[in-house]
């Protein structure tokens, strides 16, 4: 490794400077240096001392390592100070006095049990000797390295041994190939940052900073190109992704202070310079085998991977996710965000940082100590934000605290030890316990909670969903979207072959279909419903509407059928022909000229025969082979061989969704959707008249779908022993379901809430607004007038929602989320535009027009009221 050595009487230039403190250590002439730039950067600052007394004073300044002249060693070595934190020097006189080979056996013998690191000062041909072999033997130097390598010195690894070459006038003159010598028996190099240049200002008698950092890290490739795999990470090491770097990039990222690597492809590649995605370099190292470097970066813009991802793993998590978004909201907040409502009013700010600590200062359960704690960094990082300092600036100022060996009694301010000795009780939540999966054999349940119990945050915090990362999602999708836009049918089919692992020869089949065999059981069965579903759509269509609101004035409204309809229906290995029946029946009842459906291929390219049938009934007149986020671009957009929509439909995961979202909002695509959309869920009331297996089968059909499933039990006048009778049948039948390892992740996440009166429990669902709503209790159909919120309602209990979702005729594709506050699921009107008409006749514009005169006078739209007054002169 090379160790650059700064004096105080050479500091070298600014961006040398700058670049040195890349390195991941630099020896400096004495503490006050080392200390400056501990403070400033991110290398590990080692210093040199003249004494033992001096040591814990340098270490509390912020020099991470001590380098102490050996001669100044005690003979029990350094009491109370940690070895991890000196380092031996052996000057050279003193290797002039005693010989090499006896300072060599000293620093073997001796120095490497008392210190985490030996400094040898050599001469060109001291260097020259100790890195000679004898035959079969090892030379000197690389004996002591292996000697040192073999103990360790706590969490800080093997003792090291850096070289050091000075002359008889100073600084010695290092070459790269002593360099290189040096590193092959494992030792760290020591120059004088005198003999080191940024690569383009190195004179004949300086090294190139970055060729130095090369030789003297040992750095070997095992690639034909000769590239040096990289690990890019981020101020967390978290790992942002893998990419190559080369000589004349390590040396471009030295001397530029960025990310930049080499690309197989392009060669010479400065991360973000065309996307914005730029890389401040923060540190650069090497793996302990030599063959990996790591950089150290601070990452700007969407991510560093090229699906605008932080990371080509995936999203950020945890504290990192936390502090990301907590600078985004103090940059630009979103309307209503509660976060930037934080940055505003530093007084509730302050206040939420008192009132968190001290309910962590209060919690002793696992669980509330976790979530207290969570709330707490919350409100830090915030405060923290607020004033410029990043979760890097916090670090450091861990790091710092951890160099010092001195430490203070730690004792409380008097005015706190006062508040401790009598605390505040405070509420510890009853929803803050720890959610975990079912483990197989253990009972499968929900949590329960008492309505009367809850405070009206813990409620709120019931009828709150999960928050949805939508920013991130966005940023997944919005390259998909903008590839199919530019590429069309090749992206379709480019995308399709990476997501669905499908390589197709044409996106679009059209009408008329190849009409699939299938079972006569499966083809009945789609018959029923789709005679079903077509007979409760058909029945929501209204006739025109005319009426004459004053003499001599007409007006009406009649419907026209959205003339091109896109269907998204979720598949390929799945089998989801109701999804198709029920966004396809109302296109068709409605009258809807071109209905193309979008459905993902299966493994073998062909469409899922079901779901073709369908198609086929409903009149589809193509259907597009592909799904996720490309197949609703296609269909919003256009390709040369996908028709454009005017509207699309359907279900979908978090990215279908994403896509719908975002060509809703493009004009450039001038599409509607039907609805947002979440994970799917259900809310059952059951009383004591409830079968407590029929509840069970509700809850767990919903349940089934997925892992984020929402499912909600509402209990009116049920006793412990009636909850538990549901409670068991939930588990009896889960164990016997194919999902049962997604039940036992959803059920766990769901809850059972008791209520007082059946009134409270309308109350609650209303607020819930669930997709689904199933009324188990007695005399359930007089509680449908009470249903203000719901997708769609189950009245008694023999109404599943097993029936709503295939074949009873009502539709299936619901709002979630709590959207049924202001969408209705898909139906007829889906499809349909309403358009308004009026016919004045003379004596209808002579008995309405001072009105529409006067009213636009006030708003001083002088044409609107010339429009009237030109033809009342006529008359």
Request: aromatic share 4%.
């Amino acid at each position: 490794m090379l160790v650059p050595k700064i004096a105080s009487s050479a500091a070298p230039a600014p961006a040398l400077q700058r670049a040195i403190g890349l390195l991941p250590t630099a020896l400096f002439a004495d503490p006050q240096l080392a200390c400056d730039a501990s403070g400033a950067g991110h290398t590990a600052a080692w210093a040199g001392v003249e004494s033992l007394s001096a040591v814990a004073a340098a270490l509390d300044s912020g020099v991470s390592v001590a380098v102490l002249p050996a001669t100044q060693l005690p003979a029990d070595g350094c009491g109370s100070i940690d070895a991890a934190r000196i380092a031996l020097r052996y000057t050279a006189a003193d290797i002039r006095a005693q010989g090499l080979r006896s300072v060599l056996e000293a620093a073997q013998t001796t120095g490497i049990q008392h210190a985490a690191a030996v400094v040898l000062e050599l001469s060109p041909t001291q260097l020259d000797d100790a890195t000679a072999c004898a035959a079969g033997e090892a030379s000197p130097l690389a004996q002591l390295v292996r000697a040192a390598g073999s103990r360790l010195v706590g969490a800080s690894g093997p003792v090291r041994v850096l070289v050091d070459l000075v002359g008889d006038a100073g600084a010695g003159a290092w070459t790269l190939d002593a360099l290189e010598r040096v590193a092959a028996v494992g030792a760290d190099a020591v120059v004088a940052a005198e003999q080191l240049a940024l690569d383009a200002d190195a004179t004949p008698t300086q090294l190139p900073l970055a060729a130095a950092f090369v030789a003297a890290s040992g750095l070997v490739s095992d690639r034909p190109d000769g590239l040096f795999t990289t690990v890019v990470v981020d101020e967390q090491r978290v790992c942002l992704g893998v990419v190559y770097s080369s000589a004349a990039s390590i040396a471009a990222a030295l001397g530029e202070g960025q990310g930049v690597y080499w690309s197989r492809k392009r060669g010479l590649w400065h991360k973000g310079l065309t996307s914005g995605a730029t890389q401040t370099l923060l540190g650069v190292s090497v793996d302990c085998d030599s063959d990996v470097l790591c950089f150290r970066v601070s990452q700007s813009g969407a991510g560093f991977c090229h699906h605008s991802t932080r990371t080509c793993f995936g999203p950020a998590a945890g504290i990192s996710r936390l502090a990301h978004t907590v600078a985004e909201r103090r940059d630009s907040a979103p309307e209503g965000s509660y976060t930037g409502r934080l940055f505003s009013d530093a007084a509730l700010l302050r206040a939420k940082l008192l009132e968190e600590a001290s309910e962590l200062a209060d919690a002793s359960e696992h669980a509330d100590v976790a979530f207290e704690a969570a709330d707490l960094l919350y409100f830090a990082m915030v405060k923290c934000a607020a004033h410029g300092v990043t979760l890097a600036d916090v670090e450091r100022s861990l790091d710092r605290k951890h160099l010092k060996v001195t430490r203070r009694p730690g004792n409380a301010k008097p005015q706190y030890v006062s508040a401790a000795a009598a605390p505040a009780p405070v509420r510890t939540s009853i929803l803050s316990a720890d959610i975990r999966p079912a483990l197989p054999g253990e009972q499968t349940r929900m949590r329960v909670f008492a309505d009367g119990e809850l405070s009206a945050a813990e409620r709120a915090a019931l009828i709150q969903r999960p928050i949805i990362d939508s920013g991130e999602i966005m940023r997944r999708v919005r390259p998909i979207v903008d590839a199919v836009r530019a590429n069309g049918d090749a992206a379709v089919l480019e995308l399709t072959e990476k997501f669905d692992r499908v390589r197709l020869d044409r996106v679009v089949v059209r009408a008329p279909f190849d009409v699939p065999e299938l079972a006569p059981a499966v083809r009945a069965a789609i018959d029923q419903a789709y005679a079903n579903v077509r007979a409760f759509h058909a029945a929501q269509l209204d006739g025109p509407l005319s009426i004459e609101t004053m003499p001599g004035v007409k007006c009406s409204r009649f419907s026209r059928a959205i003339e091109r309809v896109g269907l998204y229906v979720p598949g390929g290995s799945a089998v989801l022909p109701s999804s198709a029946l029920m966004l396809g029946v109302p296109a068709q009842v409605a009258g809807c000229r071109e209905i193309v459906l979008a459905t993902p291929p299966r493994p073998d390219g062909s469409i899922v025969p079901e779901v073709l049938y369908v198609a086929h009934k409903v009149g589809a007149t193509a259907i597009v082979k592909a799904g996720g986020a490309q197949a609703i671009a296609a269909m919003a957009y256009g390709t040369e061989t996908v028709p454009k929509v005017d509207k699309i439909c359907g279900p979908g995961n978090q990215y279908v969704t994403a896509a719908k979202m975002l060509a809703q909002n493009d004009t450039a695509a001038m599409v509607a959707i039907d609805m947002p959309a979440g994970p799917s869920e259900v809310l059952v009331v059951a009383d004591a008249t409830s079968n407590p297996a029929y509840v069970a089968s509700d809850l767990l059909s919903q349940a089934e779908h997925g892992p984020d499933s929402q499912v909600v039990l509402l209990t009116v006048g049920l006793d412990d022993a009636q909850v538990a009778a549901i409670e068991a049948q939930v588990h009896e039948q889960a164990e016997r379901l194919p999902r049962v390892d997604v039940v036992r992740q959803s059920i766990p996440k769901s809850y059972c809430l008791r209520m007082a009166t059946m009134r409270d429990a309308m109350a609650f669902s209303n607020a819930y607004a669930p997709e689904h709503l199933i009324l188990h209790n007695d005399r359930a159909a007089d509680c449908v007038d009470a249903v203000v919120n719901a997708g769609s309602v189950f009245v008694g209990p023999y109404s599943p929602e097993s029936c709503g979702d295939y074949a009873s005729g009502t539709n299936h594709t619901l709002p979630t989320y709590g959207f049924s506050r202001m969408y209705s699921g898909v139906n007829t009107a889906t499809f349909l535009k309403h358009i308004t008409a009026q016919e004045l006749t003379r004596e209808g514009l002579a008995n309405i027009g001072p009105t529409v005169m006067a009213l636009a006078e006030v708003e001083e739209l002088e044409a609107h009221r010339n429009a009237v007054a030109i033809r009342l002169r006529d008359m």
